[in-house]
């Protein structure tokens, strides 16, 4: 098992940054994809990134695509999700996840985080 713990999220303009961070714990880590999610209101979850914890190989949703940097830092055990040039439609609560594949979902992952805030005003 993995326990995750996301902090970062905030209120931005336009064009801005922000930078989430996901805590992992747990002694199987580096068995897991590590990915971000984010539920806008009134819609289903929605990729963003995911990262594969040992190898480090990354997977991006289309439209954050040179916008967004998932990374990991295993000396402190968290993984990061760098959004630049955010726009209102970034506007969600974004999720850390874990799973064993680099598609897994909300129903099939095996940890999910507590969520984070994100708010762009246009």
């Known amino acids: 098992q993995v326990q995750l713990v996301e902090s970062g999220g905030g209120l931005v303009q336009a064009g801005g940054s922000l930078r989430l961070s996901c805590a992992a714990s747990?002694?199987?880590?580096?068995?897991?994809?590590i990915g971000w999610f984010r539920q806008a209101p009134g819609k289903d979850y929605d990729f963003v990134a995911v990262?594969?914890?040992?190898?480090?190989?990354?997977y991006y949703k289309d439209s954050v695509k040179g916008r967004f940097t998932i990374s990991r830092d295993s000396a402190k055990n968290t993984v990061y999700l760098q959004m630049n040039r955010l726009k209102p439609d970034d506007t969600a609560v974004y999720y850390c996840?874990?799973?064993?594949?680099?598609?897994?979902?909300?129903?099939?992952?095996?940890?999910w985080g507590q969520g984070t805030q994100v708010t762009v005003s246009s």
């Open positions: 990262i594969s914890w040992s190898v480090g190989s990354t």
């Open positions: 996840a874990a799973g064993l594949t680099p598609g897994f979902t909300h129903e099939t992952s095996a940890s």
């Open positions: 747990g002694r199987t880590i580096s068995r897991y994809y």
